[in-house]
């Protein structure tokens, strides 16, 4: 479970993270016809961010735990 906990942190983090910095996210919905939804990315991809972090954090911590 450990690994699979860690796979979902890395993984969660890396795409919140493309999608947070750099404006793969508005293209995206620009080309979708979505514009205006991109008002609202920051309530979404930040506290995506932070919870995938805390997966990340939490399934290292256990990780290091076991050894």
Known sequence: ??????????IGTIVAA?????????ILLGALGMSAAVGY??????????IFLIILGYALWRKMKVR
């Not at 493309?18 to 508005?26: D, H, M």
């Not at 990315?41 to 932070?50: G, K, W």
């Open 41 to 50: 990315l920051d309530l979404v991809l930040l506290p995506a961010l932070v």
């Open 18 to 26: 493309v999608c947070c910095f750099t404006p793969v996210l508005v």
């Open 1 to 10: 479970m450990s690994d699979r906990l860690l796979a979902t942190g890395i």
